[in-house]
């Protein structure tokens, strides 16, 4: 069955790098556009990103241009979030989702929890 | 950006009940609306996009109405397992937001 499973989330201190990954599984990888999406504890969700089936085209919140690569590696069925210059307003639980009948989230991840403190 | 604004933030209603719950988009989004449900501790589940299409295994007490920028997700009679917060989403334009969320509570 598909299933998307994140790593990578932790506790990390403000202005530091994080690198989140997204594994996937039960479905051909390379021919869906992903996406992450986070929720800050107790809140809402929030779309941070997007990454074409090629990686040819790439879409990001405001919140977090410029600061967030988002990238695939998809021989080896991947997605990677790389998080720069963190803010304690990054912390979250990043969820990785594929992308469905155009900018649909099913199915999503478990989930990774980013934590920025110091 | 558009902005999609859910009512009531709390609603609280007794098994078997109807629930109705509002999505406002601050400008028109067409039909491309959908609605998600998350329980404590789980990701989000899709249940309806494009207003009124329900997702994959989704039962037929959930639909979604509206076009334009009001939406309706209801629940025609509530299990107990419906209890949980429900997103709205639109895909009309990038970003893609999400609204606020409505927790549909047990009374």
């Known amino acids: 069955q598909v299933q998307l499973v994140e790593s990578g989330g932790g506790v990390v201190q403000p202005g530091r790098s994080l690198r989140l990954s997204c594994a996937a599984s039960?479905?051909?990888?390379?021919?869906?556009?992903m996406h992450w999406v986070r929720q800050a504890p107790g809140k809402g969700l929030e779309w941070v990103a997007a990454?074409?089936?090629?990686?040819?085209?790439?879409f990001y919140a405001d919140s977090v241009k410029g600061r967030f690569i988002l990238s695939r590696d998809n021989s080896k069925n991947t997605l990677y979030l790389q998080m720069n210059s963190l803010r304690g307003e990054d912390t979250a639980v990043y969820y990785c989702?594929?992308?469905?009948?155009?900018?649909?989230?099913?199915?999503w991840g478990q989930g990774t929890l980013v934590t920025v403190s110091s | 950006e558009i902005m999609l604004t859910q009512s009531p933030a709390t609603l609280s209603l007794s098994p078997g009940e109807r629930a109705t719950l509002s999505c406002r988009a601050s400008q028109s989004v067409s039909n491309y609306l959908g609605w998600y449900q998350q329980k404590p501790g789980q990701a989000p589940r899709l249940l309806i996009y494009?207003?009124?299409n329900r997702a994959t295994g989704i039962p037929a007490r959930f639909s979604g109405s509206g076009s334009g920028a009001d939406f309706t997700l209801t629940i025609s009679g509530l299990e107990p397992e419906d209890f949980a917060v429900y997103y709205c989403q639109q895909r009309s334009s990038w970003p893609l937001t999400f609204g606020g969320g409505t927790k549909v509570e047990i009374k």
């Open positions: 039960g479905f051909t990888f390379s021919s869906y556009t």
């Open positions: 989702a594929r992308d469905y009948l155009n900018h649909w989230f099913d199915p």
């Open positions: 494009d207003a009124s």
């Open positions: 990454i074409a089936y090629d990686g040819s085209n790439k």
